[in-house]
């Protein structure tokens, strides 16, 4: 069972950062499109950033200029930047690989942001 491990979630003040990190160490890591999705309380889950395998970001209009997704193909990592936090990105953060027909989720990792 292929298995994506978030890390890095954790309670922080509106304008603060915080980077979150998602290794994937059970697929060819260097072939697949990775992503970061939120799901806040009582919404559906959205996208947030995907990179592909090229390095071609894409951004939610929500969160440009703030975060950053980057990839280490070495290291099977994919890592979301988070600058200038606002309580309207609290929301539960998942990983995903997405490779057609191939579709992974991590498990997910809290990401609270109040005073």
């Known amino acids: 069972q292929v298995q994506l491990v978030e890390s890095g979630g954790g309670s922080v003040q509106p304008g603060g950062s915080l980077r979150l990190s998602c290794a994937a160490p059970?697929?060819?890591?260097?072939?697949?499109?990775m992503g970061w999705y939120r799901q806040a309380p009582g919404k559906q889950r959205e996208l947030v950033a995907t990179i592909t395998t090229g390095g071609t970001t894409n951004y939610a209009d929500s969160v440009k200029g703030r975060f950053t997704i980057s990839r280490d193909n070495a290291k099977k990592t994919v890592y979301l930047q988070m600058n200038s936090l606002k309580p309207e990105d609290t929301a539960v953060y998942y990983c995903?690989?997405?490779?057609?027909?191939?579709?992974?989720w991590g498990q997910g990792t809290q990401v609270p942001v109040s005073s």
């Open positions: 995903n690989a997405a490779l057609d027909p191939r579709n992974y």
């Open positions: 059970g697929i060819m890591f260097r072939i697949y499109v």
